[in-house]
């Protein structure tokens, strides 16, 4: 397909698409002569990664530039791709706690932008509840694959924890378990059959949207039953 036909199937104006192509992020097409390209269904899917990043996450270009780098990265299995995009979605919620700031999600920066990543940062120190939800995912028969969930999980744990809330391993594995049948259904649809850029879109829209579902179910739920009359204590 041309520039323009790549636009309307992406919904991203060509002045985007040529940005991106400019920055690094974005594939150039496939030259048929001095003033034209032909463009393929893998750069239709790699706009709908940087539409859905730069909405949903409000993701600089330095962030969507290393993930697209990593989804270039033959040697990467994809298990590894969902953890950097589960990554970025965590950071762009605050639940993981991130320096890297954001940038507007609409059009183009105006000014150029390289697509050299970031320095890394070093790693955090282990949070107290950590080894508590090692030892449940232990006691479930399940994998310890994505260290910054356990992280970010602790890091929610601890702050109740600090404000009062009774925390332990019970609270770790009734959460577990009372979102094991949602998730299981919200993850069947991402497998190798989907192109490596719409399993990142699969899991940064998953992440987000199930998230902000989940938010308002539990404000449902709890106004519920704060309503309901409770029996006098003797």
Request: proline share 6%; aromatic share 2%; charged share 20%.
């Amino acid at each position: 397909m041309k520039l323009s036909a790549l636009a309307r199937e992406s919904g991203v104006s060509t002045a985007s698409i040529k940005y991106y192509i400019h920055v690094g992020i974005l594939l150039p097409g496939r030259k048929r002569n001095a003033t034209t390209a032909e463009y393929s269904q893998a750069h239709v899917d790699r706009l709908c990664l940087i539409t859905c990043l730069r909405r949903e996450l409000g993701s600089p270009i330095e962030s969507i530039a290393a993930l697209t780098r990593a989804i270039d990265d033959e040697t990467l299995e994809n298990i590894e791709l969902m953890g950097i995009c589960q990554r970025l979605a965590l950071e762009a919620s605050n639940v993981l706690k991130s320096t890297v700031g954001s940038s507007s999600p609409s059009e183009p920066e105006p000014e150029p932008a390289t697509a050299a990543a970031a320095e890394p940062e070093p790693a955090p120190a282990p949070k107290p509840f950590e080894n508590d939800i090692r030892d449940v995912l232990q006691e479930l028969g399940w994998r310890d694959i994505s260290p910054t969930a356990v992280a970010s999980m602790a890091g929610v744990l601890e702050e109740l924890s600090a404000s009062g809330y009774p925390v332990g391993r019970d609270t770790i594995l009734r959460h577990i378990q009372a979102l094991t049948e949602i998730a299981g259904r919200n993850t069947a649809p991402i497998t190798d059959c989907l192109s490596r850029d719409r399993i990142c879109v699969e899991v940064v829209r998953g992440i987000t949207m199930h998230n902000r579902l989940l938010v308002a179910t539990s404000a449902l739920v709890h106004a519920s039953l704060s309503a309901m009359p409770r029996s006098s204590q003797s």
